[in-house]
């Protein structure tokens, strides 16, 4: 089969045992849409389950191809920067989570294989350590990790999955869903292949789109080239680099360094400053008087919390306190049950909510694309040279 | 700058701070190699320290060995300094750069001209 694996990985945390079942080429034609495959997934292993997974086009070379999911009955969460290739590449288009761990652990996928690693460390550490360590456990620094944090772990609604080291993709608590497994973290790194119908036609067809969407947008300024809040002289001062995630020409992530000089291209400060494409985060900081440095700090220490930043600055209005760094360290450090604010970040790209679920369902982001003018028939024409046969309907 | 040179005629040239950390060369590459998606048998690779925003490409090339693209510069042979950072270690097992046989798809697929050739 074409753009897939043609294989589905089940993980039982209770009984610690993996299982798979094949994605068949009938299956996989059904229903081109990751998220109608991960509801249908839930309504067969149990509407608990937590299923992740990649769209069709997801790894392919038509452009901003980064996306995959995350969906639990809790909602829907994208899975962007290098995750949703990384996860394509492991030997699985999905992965089904059902039940709770006796004890903390992480899931480690990668090869074609799943296991549960117990981490008794996890619990004192906040979203970073766990990135870290796994990385280093591992010996791959370019292992994806969606994490909780403390507040994931403490189950409070609020809580954020963070990936690798940024919030943002997270707005309905997804987070808690992990803590209440007993799952520090999931873990992922691809080795794999995939394979295309017509490699080299999909090859250059997908370049000829690259370099029109070239044309037409220019050179990004990252995150202020999508939202006009970015485009404040603070913000711009800090700028270090732009960061795009697997496959998009055109940017979306700012990169503010506060810990040193933005100036700086070597190595010098480990931690120097988090990577921003949380508009309502934002949005949020900048409405409550923060300046760019403060919002940068305020979302690095929701960041490593895994707290949801947009909840927290709403839940510290409402007691009444300042919003300042302090105060945001300060409740980030304590897993509260302050309400999740709901906030859309990359929903609100387009109007219609069933465009973005036909955008992230096919493996493309949906940032990218309301950007450039989001058309199936387009993408699915393209797509067509790497699935072999026609892709549809959204 | 980097230049990697296919006889007297084609030379690769790499400019890390025009890198976005796309990766669509690594898949290029690959997709030269085996013709299917995959970044495991690229000659060129994304190296990357992402807490500090710290990226570039890692090029295993026939005439200058590990060519080593960072932010700050560049480096290239066997024992370059830097090279031993977590991206970097698989390359050290693949075939070197063969520039696609003249017409490098890396540079075809980089959307910002970080990767260019001349010549």
Same mark, same amino acid.
């Given at each position: 089969?074409?753009?897939?694996?043609?294989?589905?990985?089940?993980?039982?945390?209770?009984?610690?045992?993996?299982?798979?079942?094949?994605?068949?080429?009938?299956?996989?034609?059904?229903?081109?849409?990751?998220?109608?495959?991960?509801?249908?997934?839930?309504?067969?292993?149990?509407?608990?389950?937590?299923?992740?997974?990649?769209? @069709?086009?997801?790894?392919?070379?038509?452009?901003?191809?980064?996306?995959?999911?995350?969906?639990?009955?809790?909602?829907?969460?994208?899975?962007?920067?290098?995750?949703?290739?990384?996860?394509?590449?492991?030997?699985?288009?999905?992965?089904?989570?059902?039940?709770?761990?006796?004890?903390?652990?992480?899931?480690?996928?990668?090869?074609?294989?799943?296991?549960?690693?117990?981490?008794?460390?996890?619990?004192?550490?906040?979203?970073?350590?766990?990135?870290?360590?796994?990385?280093?456990?591992?010996?791959?620094?370019?292992?994806?990790?969606?994490?909780?944090?403390?507040?994931?772990?403490?189950?409070?609604?609020?809580?954020? @999955?963070?990936?690798?080291?940024?919030?943002?993709?997270?707005?309905?608590?997804?987070?808690?869903?992990?803590?209440?497994?007993?799952?520090?973290?999931?873990?992922?790194?691809?080795?794999?292949?995939?394979?295309?119908?017509?490699?080299?036609?999909?090859?250059?067809?997908?370049?000829?789109?690259?370099?029109?969407?070239?044309?037409?947008?220019?050179?990004?300024?990252?995150?202020?080239?999508?939202?006009?809040?970015?485009?404040?002289?603070?913000?711009?001062?800090?700028?270090?680099?732009?960061?795009?995630?697997?496959?998009?020409?055109?940017?979306?992530?700012?990169? @503010?360094?506060?810990?040193?000089?933005?100036?700086?291209?070597?190595?010098?400060?480990?931690?120097?400053?988090?990577?921003?494409?949380?508009?309502?985060?934002?949005?949020?900081?900048?409405?409550?008087?923060?300046?760019?440095?403060?919002?940068?700090?305020?979302?690095?220490?929701?960041?490593?919390?895994?707290?949801?930043?947009?909840?927290?600055?709403?839940?510290?209005?409402?007691?009444?306190?300042?919003?300042?760094?302090?105060?945001?360290?300060?409740?980030?450090?304590?897993?509260?049950?302050?309400?999740?604010?709901?906030?859309?970040?990359?929903?609100?790209?387009?109007?219609?909510?069933?465009?973005?679920?036909?955008?992230?369902?096919?493996?493309?982001?949906?940032?990218?694309?309301?950007?450039?003018?989001?058309?199936?028939?387009?993408?699915?024409?393209?797509?067509?040279?790497?699935?072999?046969?026609?892709?549809?309907?959204? | 700058?980097?230049?990697?040179?296919?006889?007297?005629?084609?030379?690769?040239?790499?400019?890390?701070?025009?890198?976005?950390?796309?990766?669509?060369?690594?898949?290029?590459?690959?997709?030269?190699?085996?013709?299917?998606?995959?970044?495991?048998?690229?000659?060129?690779?994304?190296?990357?320290?992402?807490?500090?925003?710290?990226?570039?490409?890692?090029?295993?090339?026939?005439?200058?060995?590990?060519?080593?693209?960072?932010?700050?510069?560049?480096?290239?042979?066997?024992?370059?300094?830097?090279?031993?950072?977590?991206?970097?270690?698989?390359?050290?097992?693949?075939?070197?750069?063969?520039?696609?046989?003249?017409?490098?798809?890396?540079?075809?697929?980089?959307?910002?001209?970080?990767?260019?050739?001349?010549?």
């Amino acid at each position: 089969m074409y753009l897939r694996n043609g294989k589905i990985g089940i993980f039982d945390l209770s009984a610690g045992e993996p299982s798979e079942q094949e994605f068949s080429e009938e299956l996989a034609k059904d229903d081109v849409s990751s998220i109608r495959v991960a509801e249908r997934l839930a309504a067969e292993h149990g509407e608990d389950s937590l299923v992740l997974g990649t769209g @069709l086009l997801t790894a392919s070379f038509v452009p901003a191809a980064c996306a995959g999911i995350l969906w639990s009955r809790r909602g829907l969460v994208p899975i962007l920067g290098h995750a949703g290739f990384e996860l394509k590449m492991t030997g699985f288009d999905f992965i089904v989570v059902k039940g709770r761990a006796e004890r903390p652990g992480y899931l480690w996928i990668r090869d074609g294989m799943m296991e549960f690693v117990e981490s008794p460390w996890t619990s004192a550490s906040d979203s970073w350590k766990r990135t870290d360590k796994i990385r280093s456990d591992q010996g791959d620094g370019k292992i994806q990790v969606l994490s909780t944090g403390p507040w994931g772990d403490a189950g409070k609604q609020a809580a954020q @999955l963070v990936v690798d080291y940024w919030g943002g993709e997270d707005k309905v608590g997804m987070g808690s869903e992990l803590g209440k497994r007993n799952l520090a973290a999931i873990a992922f790194r691809g080795m794999g292949e995939i394979e295309l119908a017509e490699p080299e036609k999909h090859f250059e067809d997908s370049l000829l789109l690259i370099r029109d969407h070239v044309f037409r947008l220019g050179k990004s300024e990252g995150l202020s080239s999508f939202w006009k809040g970015a485009d404040r002289d603070d913000f711009r001062k800090l700028l270090h680099r732009t960061v795009a995630c697997y496959g998009c020409p055109y940017p979306c992530r700012s990169y @503010l360094k506060v810990f040193e000089d933005p100036r700086e291209m070597r190595m010098v400060e480990k931690e120097p400053g988090y990577l921003h494409y949380d508009v309502p985060a934002l949005e949020k900081c900048f409405a409550y008087g923060l300046s760019a440095s403060d919002a940068t700090i305020s979302l690095m220490k929701c960041a490593r919390a895994g707290v949801e930043p947009a909840s927290l600055l709403d839940g510290l209005l409402a007691s009444g306190s300042k919003v300042g760094i302090k105060e945001v360290e300060a409740a980030a450090a304590k897993p509260s049950d302050i309400k999740n604010a709901r906030a859309m970040n990359f929903e609100s790209s387009f109007s219609d909510i069933e465009q973005y679920r036909s955008t992230l369902g096919l493996g493309v982001c949906p940032r990218y694309w309301s950007k450039i003018g989001f058309n199936f028939e387009l993408l699915a024409s393209y797509g067509q040279s790497a699935y072999g046969s026609p892709i549809g309907p959204a | 700058m980097i230049r990697q040179r296919a006889g007297d005629i084609l030379k690769l040239r790499i400019e890390p701070l025009k890198c976005i950390c796309c990766g669509l060369c690594e898949v290029a590459c690959g997709l030269n190699r085996d013709s299917v998606l995959t970044p495991m048998t690229s000659s060129i690779i994304l190296h990357i320290e992402d807490k500090s925003d710290y990226f570039g490409l890692v090029l295993k090339s026939k005439s200058e060995g590990l060519v080593v693209a960072r932010p700050e510069g560049t480096a290239s042979g066997q024992q370059a300094s830097g090279s031993s950072g977590p991206g970097a270690k698989p390359i050290l097992l693949r075939e070197p750069c063969d520039l696609c046989g003249g017409k490098p798809k890396c540079a075809k697929a980089c959307p910002t001209g970080c990767i260019s050739t001349e010549g």
